[in-house]
């Protein structure tokens, strides 16, 4: 079945350092690849996604690539800020099943000031 | 995102007890899903309901687990005879009816701890 692989954390940054959060995905088909974000005390909710391959998806400063080849979906920033501390969900679903999304398991983000 | 409504935040039970998990969804929105998080795993899909109808329950565990979405009132995650397996954080997710791909809206989750 799907599945989707985070990397490991917590990850801890100082502000303005670069940001790579590794998402790799196994799917059958073209499936629509989503990254989530969950803020203290809140639901998580959608930061970007992409529908097609080398699609790139970007918000808020942060970006992920559509890649077939190498099914991932890795986020980046370049310059992280202290209120990018969250939680980080990486997602797919597959086609024509928008609302069923498989996660990743998330990863923890702190950022220092 | 404080438009998805869920409660108890928290909830304890012994084994055996039930336990009913409210989402209340967005303004507007006629669409609720649930899913669960396992510790260490990721969110799983459980079920998918629009207004007094079911829509795919093909992740739902096939015993002791039920969900609803009445006409009126929030959706209920009904557990019945909890085991410690069942222990885990339960996400209600809403959308309007015209789903824009993945984007649904999440609340913060109702964490259900099973003594």
Not at chain 1, 10 to 28: G, Q, W
Not at chain 2, 81 to 89: F, K, L, N, Y
Request: hydrophobic content about 35%; charged content about 20%; some cysteine.
């Amino acid at each position: 079945g799907d599945s989707v692989t985070q990397m490991e954390g917590p990850v801890t940054l100082s502000e303005e350092a670069f940001l790579t959060i590794n998402c790799t995905y196994t799917a059958t088909g073209y499936p629509s690849l989503f990254w989530y974000v969950q803020y203290p005390g809140e639901g998580l909710q959608l930061l970007l996604k992409a529908t097609k391959a080398d699609d790139k998806g970007s918000n808020k400063g942060f970006e992920a690539t559509y890649r077939k080849e190498t099914t991932s979906f890795h986020l980046e920033k370049g310059s992280v800020q202290v209120s990018d501390s969250a939680v980080y969900f990486c997602a797919l679903s597959p086609p024509g099943a928008n609302s069923k999304l498989t996660f990743g398991k998330g990863i923890t983000l702190s950022v220092r000031p | 995102n404080a438009g998805v409504m869920q409660n108890p935040r928290h909830l304890v039970r012994r084994r055996g007890q039930e336990a009913r998990l409210r989402c209340s969804p967005m303004k507007g929105h006629s669409h609720v899903y649930w899913y669960r998080q396992l510790p260490e795993e990721g969110l799983k899909f459980m079920v998918y309901l629009q207004k007094e109808n079911i829509i795919d329950e093909s992740g739902m565990p096939k015993e002791r687990f039920s969900a609803e979405f009445p006409k009126e009132g929030p959706s209920i995650l009904r557990i019945q005879q909890v085991v410690r397996g069942d222990s885990a954080a339960y996400f209600c997710a809403s959308s309007p009816p015209w789903v824009v791909a993945g984007e649904l809206f999440f609340g913060e989750g109702s964490r259900l701890t099973v003594l």
